[in-house]
């Protein structure tokens, strides 16, 4: 039992750590991190689809390839389209949220409009909004990483 717990503290530990390492990376190189991680997932994507296409599901295999070409070739414009996506996606929810009477004290009107103007920032400014989302998206894990070792 008490072995068990030991296994289960250095498992924890490590994965803080690792939340840690992960913070810091995003916050010192921000899109770059990133970019291998589009990398490395358009590589799997294509193993992947290889196996597939090797057990007899064409066009399972063939739909993941595609997609792990594109991961890997356009992986600069996936990142801002992604955001470009979110911010949309932000953007209409704030809206549907004031449009639909979601809000009904001052605080969740504060956020859907908050949500509206961050959505339509996001959109439209994406790279910046890229930078700030890895630096805070880095504080995050920093942070949670940290409370988990305590």
């Known amino acids: 039992m008490a072995k068990k717990n030991l296994i289960n503290l250095q498992q924890k530990g490590m994965l803080s750590l690792l939340y840690i390492l992960l913070g810091v990376l995003l916050i010192i190189l921000k899109q770059a991190i990133v970019e291998w991680a589009m990398f490395i997932f358009g590589v799997l994507f294509v193993a992947q689809g290889i196996v597939n296409v090797i057990k007899k599901a064409p066009f399972a295999g063939a739909i993941q390839i595609i997609i792990g ?67 805070i998206t880095g504080i995050i894990f920093i942070v949670d990483g940290a409370i988990a070792l305590i």
């Open 69 to 135: 070409v594109l991961l890997i070739v356009l992986r600069f414009i996936a990142q801002n389209l992604v955001m470009i996506i979110f911010g949309i996606l932000l953007a209409v929810s704030g809206l549907s949220q004031l449009t639909n009477g979601g809000y009904k004290k001052t605080f969740p009107l504060l956020t859907c409009i908050l949500s509206i103007i961050g959505g339509v920032l996001i959109a439209f400014n994406s790279s910046s909004a890229l930078s700030f989302v890895y630096v």
